[in-house]
């Protein structure tokens, strides 16, 4: 079964500083999908970024990207410049083949708050 | 717009009762989604659907029933024989493929 770990109940970090956020899967897939969606208090869910496995290259989204290494089976989210409205649940997802089944498994997410 | 509409957005029911919470959506998505929302927990799939008149259980569908007889719907049932039904409810759908999901703002269930 396929497990996705994020071991940062909690964090904050003050306006416009950096923050990491770390995740971590398990799966003998070699192509997958990981993704990170934000949850603010309003409780939807949104996603942030996806990044396919077959693809070394980082994914980028305007202030968040992501480090991705597959040996690793690692999937952390770098938040830059970070902002109030960021202040939210972050939750990561790993989808494995085959997609019609579209079987997304999540982590058990981060409650980040950013301080003014 | 298009979107995923979950109705109510808060639900109190008493023990014993079984209750329907709505997932609509106008995305044209084939796959439709319920997961259950613990805290400190993430999310758990309940159940999903991936065409009409067709559905699989999830990793917790004991206690739960849905039904898809049309493409935009996908409504969840709470029977009584959920024993620990008091949680946050989150219906999403997606295509076939590695776009991920599209979720709607959730249903507060609590059972009074």
């Known amino acids: 079964a396929q497990t996705v770990t994020q071991s940062q109940p909690e964090m904050s970090v003050q306006e416009a500083e950096t923050v990491t956020l770390s995740c971590t899967y398990d799966?003998?897939?070699?192509?997958?999908?990981l993704f990170w969606y934000k949850q603010p208090p309003s409780r939807q869910m949104i996603l942030v970024i996806r990044?396919?496995?077959?693809?070394?290259q980082n994914a980028t989204e305007n202030r968040f990207s992501v480090n991705f290494q597959k040996a690793a089976k690692s999937f952390s989210l770098k938040i830059s410049d970070s902002q109030l409205g960021d202040t939210a649940m972050y939750f990561c997802?790993?989808?494995?083949?085959?997609?019609?089944?579209?079987?997304?498994?999540f982590g058990a997410g981060t409650r980040l708050t950013v301080k003014p | 717009d298009g979107g995923i509409t979950q109705s109510p957005k808060y639900l109190f029911r008493k023990e014993g009762q079984n209750v329907t919470l709505s997932c609509e959506q106008n995305l044209n998505h084939d796959a439709m989604y319920w997961y259950r929302q613990d805290p400190g927990q993430g999310l758990r799939l309940i159940y999903y659907?991936?065409?009409?008149?067709?559905?699989q259980k999830g990793d917790i569908a004991e206690g739960y029933s849905v039904s898809r007889e049309k493409k935009e719907s996908f409504p969840l049932t709470v029977t009584s024989a959920q024993k620990n039904p008091t949680a946050f409810y989150l219906c999403?759908?997606?295509?076939?493929?590695?776009?991920?999901?599209?979720f709607g703002s959730g249903t507060r269930l609590t059972v009074v």
């Open positions: 799966t003998s897939e070699n192509n997958y999908y």
């Open positions: 659907s991936q065409i009409v008149n067709d559905f």
């Open positions: 990044q396919e496995a077959y693809k070394q």
């Open positions: 999403a759908s997606s295509i076939f493929g590695g776009d991920g999901y599209t």
């Open positions: 997802a790993f989808m494995k083949p085959p997609y019609n089944n579209n079987d997304m498994r």
